[in-house]
Each structure stands twice: as structure tokens, then as C-alpha cells.
């Protein structure tokens, strides 16, 4: 039962590198989101999709890409990464949308921009 | 301007006393509130969530509180045990510019149970 699967768990990039967080899940939910959380701080979330081929942004979107091909994969995308995107990041999951069902996160990917 | 807002950063509790976790929210058209627990390297987990229409809801040991008024709730941990020991988040829903709700996170207490 594996719910919801993120890797790498940890990664250190260099600025300017690109870099893909993958994440999947297992329990055949519509919705998916894409968190980062900063220290001290809130999940904020980046990107959510509603279902495959569905996605809008979240309140931090900048500096990052998603797309959602297939129900169960939604990865996450850095393009010219920056110090400010170190953080960890936490994929999640639900049935229905994210309010009133219980969202399923994965172990989180902790991310160091050099 | 974070709409839901825990100012507690961090609690130490004695195990087997009570623990009472506090949220506030700004935006009076939330509906409903959820607690999500977390581990060190682990993602969060939900733990308890709480509608509107009520101003309690129990599961076990843990019992969440709503004073809609106040615009406050709370989380009761009886009794507490060094298990509890995590970061707990509130959340509510938030209409998205794309209309669907979305959650939207407080920034978490560091709930620690003293053996």
C-alpha cells in the first residue's frame, strides 16, 4: 500500500541547474498538489491538478512547471533553479478536492540550491 | 497575510496532562478546518477536521473545538503522550482563483510531551 511516492528524497543543486521532483500515486485520485515548506513556515502550496490534463497554479508558482499526463504521475519541474526554491517539497493527493477530503502527502523531497 | 494563523511556535507538555493547540482565521467564509500532524521526514497526516456547522467533534483522544464568533479553534490532546510529540498544522479551504478549494496551511506548533 504505498500511497504517495516522491524521489529524490534529498537533492543539492547547484543555481542555474534544472531539476524534476517526481511523484505518484497509487490510489487512483483526481487531485493532486505540488507544497514546498520553508522553515518555520506553512505548507505553501505551488501547482494543483484537478485531473489528467488538468492543472492551475497554486499561490507560489514561480520558478517551477508542472504537467499531469496520467492520473496517478504529477511531477514537478525547476527550471534555472535558485536559492530561494530551497525548501522541502511535499506532494500530495485526494479523492476529492483538496478542502473537505483528506489529502494523502508523500515523504517530502528536501532540496538545497547552492 | 496568512489567513490562518497559529502563534504558537512550540508547546512542552507533561505526559498524561492536556494539550491545547490554538488557530485563528481571518476569513469569516471558511467553512471548514482540518489538523494535520507531522514527523520529523515524514509528510503530514490528517488527523481531525471539524465543519462550520458544529463547534466540536471528538475522535478518541483528540477533540477539536470551533468559537465561530471568536474565529478560533482548537485542538485538545487528553491525555498526551510522548507519541503526540510532532508539528501540528491547521488548515481550511480556500476558494482558488480556479474555484476549486484548495487547503491553506498555518505555519504549525511544535507540540513536545515530556515523559
Known amino acids: 500500500n504505498a500511497g504517495v511516492t516522491q524521489t529524490p528524497k534529498f537533492r543539492i543543486l547547484k543555481i542555474g541547474q534544472s531539476m524534476t521532483l517526481q511523484c505518484t500515486q497509487d490510489?487512483?485520485?483526481?487531485?493532486m498538489y505540488w507544497y514546498r515548506q520553508d522553515p518555520g513556515m506553512g505548507l505553501k502550496l505551488i501547482y494543483y491538478s484537478v485531473g489528467a490534463g488538468i492543472t492551475d497554479k497554486g499561490e507560489v508558482p514561480n520558478g517551477y512547471n508542472v504537467s499531469r499526463s496520467t492520473t496517478e504521475d504529477f511531477p514537478l519541474r525547476l527550471e534555472l533553479a535558485a536559492p530561494s526554491q530551497t525548501s522541502v517539497y511535499f506532494c500530495?493527493?485526494?479523492?476529492?478536492?483538496?478542502?473537505?477530503?483528506?489529502?494523502?502527502f508523500g515523504q517530502g523531497t528536501r532540496l538545497t540550491v547552492v | 497575510d496568512q489567513q490562518v494563523k497559529q502563534n504558537s511556535p512550540s508547546l512542552s507538555v507533561q505526559e498524561g496532562r492536556i494539550s491545547i493547540l490554538n488557530c485563528d482565521y481571518t476569513?469569516?467564509?471558511?467553512?471548514?478546518f482540518l489538523w494535520y500532524k507531522k514527523y520529523p521526514a515524514e509528510g503530514p497526516t490528517f488527523l481531525i477536521s471539524?465543519?462550520?456547522?458544529?463547534d466540536k467533534n471528538e475522535d478518541g483522544r483528540f477533540t477539536v473545538f470551533l468559537n465561530k464568533s471568536a474565529k478560533h479553534l482548537s485542538l485538545h490532546i487528553v491525555p498526551s503522550q510522548p507519541g503526540d510529540s510532532a508539528v501540528y498544522f491547521c488548515a481550511s479551504p480556500l476558494i482558488s482563483s480556479g474555484s476549486a478549494r484548495q487547503l491553506t496551511f498555518g505555519s504549525g506548533t511544535q507540540l513536545t510531551v515530556l515523559p
Open positions: 500530495a493527493s485526494s479523492l476529492g478536492q483538496g478542502g473537505h477530503t483528506e489529502a494523502f
Open positions: 490510489m487512483n485520485h483526481n487531485y
Open positions: 476569513n469569516s467564509m471558511f467553512d471548514y
Open positions: 471539524i465543519s462550520s456547522i458544529k
